[in-house]
Nanobody
Framework: QVQLTESGGGSVQAGGSLRLTCVHRGVTHRNPYIGWFRQVPGKEREPLVVMYLGGGGGLYADSVKDRFRASQDRDMQKGFLQMNSLTPEDSGTYYC???????????????WGQGTQVTVSS
C-alpha cells in the first residue's frame, strides 16, 4: 500500500523560504516518480516538479524552476521541496504524489498525500 505524508507547510513572508517534506511508504519501481503539486481554491491542481525516486534531475514547471528544488534522501523514503524567494502567488495547498511516469501531469499520479498548507504574506 502506497502512503504519502507531507509536512513543513506554514506561514512565511514574501521573499522567505520553506522546506516541505514528503514521507512515502510503499513506493516501488511500479511508481518510482515523486511529484510535487500545488492547489489554490477554485483552481486546478498545478504540477510543480517531478523527480525519480532514486535521485537525478527533476522536471520543473517554468513557474518554479528558478526558485524551487526537489530532492530525495538516500534511503529513498523521503522527498523534499526547497522553496525559495516565495511570493503570495505561491500560497496554496502543496501535495506530493507517486506515479509511474516522469510527467508534469496530475493524471499520471494515482497516489496522493493529504497536503500541507503554505501561506505567503506580502
Amino acid at each position: 500500500q502506497v502512503q504519502l505524508t507531507e509536512s513543513g507547510g506554514g506561514s512565511v513572508q514574501a521573499g522567505g523560504s520553506l522546506r516541505l517534506t514528503c514521507v512515502h511508504r510503499g513506493v516501488t519501481h511500479r511508481n518510482p516518480y515523486i511529484g510535487w503539486f500545488r492547489q489554490v481554491p477554485g483552481k486546478e491542481r498545478e504540477p510543480l516538479v517531478v523527480m525519480y525516486l532514486g535521485g537525478g534531475g527533476g522536471l520543473y514547471a517554468d513557474s518554479v524552476k528558478d526558485r524551487f528544488r526537489a530532492s530525495q534522501d538516500r534511503d529513498m523514503q523521503k522527498g523534499f521541496l526547497q522553496m525559495n524567494s516565495l511570493t503570495p502567488e505561491d500560497s496554496g495547498t502543496y501535495y506530493c504524489a507517486a506515479g509511474e511516469r516522469r510527467a508534469l501531469s496530475v493524471s499520471e499520479f494515482p497516489y496522493w498525500g493529504q497536503g500541507t498548507q503554505v501561506t505567503v504574506s506580502s
